[in-house]
């Protein structure tokens, strides 16, 4: 099939590779000429494993082009959106205006196909309300219709997850009707070869569709506040956090992903799309339905001024201090500092006075771009000599592989915040560290519980 991709941003690009991967003819189109430049030259504009290979294997097999031109799509049989929904800048709601701008392009070059089936999918994440919008401005294109196809990749796994997602969400206008039949049947053409391997696919209605993934991201953010509260009073108990975690995951209604306590989360999802649901549901009159998503997104920011705080407690004032944070990234295997928490620390310290130093494998260049006067090191060891303070705030692997006595004899002072709980304290703490970990308290029974196996209970009866 001829497929266009119209945005290549993230979530864009690494669907419009993986389009061709699948197969089909693709043509990505972004209005950014540097990007589609780059891409056409079968440079990644963002790091992602896995990406840049399946971008060059789709060039190379004449199978992927990009454009900035909207009339080299109008021949595609199906149109994906990728476009960007970010946080509106007067308030929580998201911006959809390059989403409008795009829908009216296309529909703008449609006609000249000359009729035919047209199927335009949208992808970005948008608050309920909004499918039913678009396909408004495509009623008078003669064979166009929408349908909505949530994207629930993550970065980092962002080919995989396209390539082998948990599930297709497919939202129509109206369900269980010929026309949505026919829709259906067009976008299963497209992941054909996902639904033989059995990825389950879901058809429902647009809100519905547009509300699956709204709340697959609340209820992800919502886990990581949930630990991070906890871990609020693990701070003021003695307990540990990541005991808790371990404990309560074992339970497979609770499940122990997402419990990972630390600075939590951000990135360019979770945090705006938590904020755009609480938005749009005070617009529909339902507001108290998700007050809790304020707590959420308070818990999470409470966070970030935690960690400098313990510096506080760790250093005293902070100005003038040498402090070495390792990670700039929102996550690791990522070069993406969009509301990075580890950067927001940054700039924290960076306020309060410190000499900060920081080094990350992938994100240095985008840290530079969003902090002025931010000082990079790329090479971890550089990074850490002569540092009173280390701070851990995106758990790459080199981060959470260093040993305790090689970085010992780098820095000018044994401290750290973990800020990830990824160090095994009791370890550190042997090498003559002062380590603190959020959510573990400071005391030294923290961090050495072992309880990997089932626990014998010796007040139950051993089974015949
Ligand atoms: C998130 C969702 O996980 C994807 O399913 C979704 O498709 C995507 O947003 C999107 O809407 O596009 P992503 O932003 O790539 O994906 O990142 P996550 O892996 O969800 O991590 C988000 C943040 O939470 C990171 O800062 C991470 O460090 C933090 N996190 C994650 C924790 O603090 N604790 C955890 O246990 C897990």
């Known amino acids: 099939m001829i497929v266009s991709v119209i945005g290549v941003g993230y979530l864009g690009a690494v669907h419009a590779a993986a389009m061709a991967e699948l197969g089909h003819d693709v043509i990505g189109l972004d209005v950014d000429s540097g990007r589609v430049a780059a891409m056409q030259a079968g440079r990644a504009p963002f790091h992602e494993p896995g990406f840049e290979e399946i971008l060059r294997r789709g060039l190379a097999a004449g199978r992927l082009r990009f454009t900035t031109d909207y009339a080299e799509i109008a021949h595609a049989d199906v149109h994906f959106l990728g476009l960007g929904t970010p946080q509106r800048a007067d308030g929580f709601?998201?911006?959809?205006?390059?989403?409008?701008?795009?829908?009216?392009?296309?529909?703008?070059?449609?006609?000249?196909?000359?009729?035919?089936?047209?199927?335009?999918?949208?992808?970005?994440?948008?608050?309920?309300?909004?499918?039913?919008?678009?396909?408004?401005?495509?009623?008078?294109?003669?064979?166009?219709?929408?349908m909505w196809n949530p994207e629930f990749l993550r970065e980092g796994f962002a080919?995989?997850?396209?390539?082998?997602?948990?599930?297709?969400?497919?939202?129509?206008?109206?369900?269980?009707?010929?026309?949505?039949?026919?829709?259906?049947a067009m976008l299963d053409a497209v992941y054909a070869r996902l639904i033989a391997g059995e990825v389950p696919r879901l058809v429902m209605g647009f809100e519905t569709a547009e509300l699956v993934k709204v709340s697959a991201n609340a209820f992800l953010a919502t886990k990581i506040s949930f630990i991070n509260a906890?871990?609020?009073?693990?701070?003021?108990?003695?307990?540990?956090?990541?005991?808790?975690?371990?404990a309560i995951g074992m339970d497979d209604r609770i499940g122990g992903k997402f419990l990972r306590a630390g600075i939590g989360f951000g990135g360019g999802c979770l945090p705006k799309d938590i904020r755009a649901f609480i938005a749009s549901a005070e617009d529909l009159g339902v507001g108290e339905a998700l007050g809790f998503l304020r707590e959420v997104d308070a818990v999470n920011q409470r966070r970030r001024v935690r960690v400098v705080e313990i510096a506080r407690e760790?250093?005293?004032?902070?100005?003038?201090?040498?402090?070495?944070v390792l990670g700039a990234a929102f996550k690791p295997d990522s070069d993406d500092?969009?509301?990075?928490?580890?950067?927001?620390?940054?700039?924290?310290?960076?306020?309060?006075?410190?000499?900060?130093?920081?080094?990350?494998?992938?994100?240095?260049?985008?840290?530079?771009?969003?902090?002025?006067?931010?000082?990079?090191?790329p090479h971890t060891e550089q990074a850490l000599a002569g540092a009173e303070l280390v701070l851990l705030l995106t758990e790459w692997r080199e981060y959470r592989g260093?040993?305790?006595?090689?970085?010992?004899?780098?820095?000018?002072?044994?401290r750290m915040i973990d800020g990830r709980n990824v160090l095994d304290p009791g370890a550190w703490r042997d090498e003559g560290w002062e380590i603190r970990s959020l959510g573990r308290g400071a005391g030294p029974a923290n961090g050495t519980?072992?309880?990997?196996?089932?626990?014998?209970r010796p007040d139950l009866p051993i089974p015949a």
């Open 93 to 146: 709601g998201a911006d959809l205006r390059s989403l409008e701008a795009a829908v009216a392009s296309l529909a703008a070059v449609l006609p000249a196909r000359g009729g035919g089936p047209t199927l335009v999918v949208g992808k970005s994440t948008v608050p309920a309300g909004t499918a039913r919008r678009l396909r408004a401005q495509l009623t008078a294109v003669p064979g166009a219709d929408l």
């Open 159 to 184: 080919v995989q997850d396209t390539l082998a997602p948990d599930r297709l969400v497919y939202g129509v206008a109206e369900p269980e009707t010929p026309a949505a039949d026919a829709q259906v």
């Open 230 to 246: 906890i871990a609020e009073l693990c701070e003021a108990t003695g307990g540990d956090v990541t005991d808790v975690a371990r």
């Open 314 to 324: 760790l250093l005293g004032d902070l100005a003038g201090q040498r402090i070495t």
């Open 337 to 377: 500092v969009r509301d990075s928490p580890a950067l927001e620390v940054v700039s924290r310290l960076m306020s309060a006075g410190a000499h900060v130093t920081v080094t990350d494998p992938e994100a240095l260049d985008n840290a530079a771009k969003r902090v002025p006067g931010l000082v990079g090191e």
């Open 402 to 414: 260093l040993d305790p006595v090689r970085v010992r004899n780098l820095v000018a002072a044994p």
């Open 449 to 456: 519980s072992v309880v990997d196996g089932p626990v014998a």
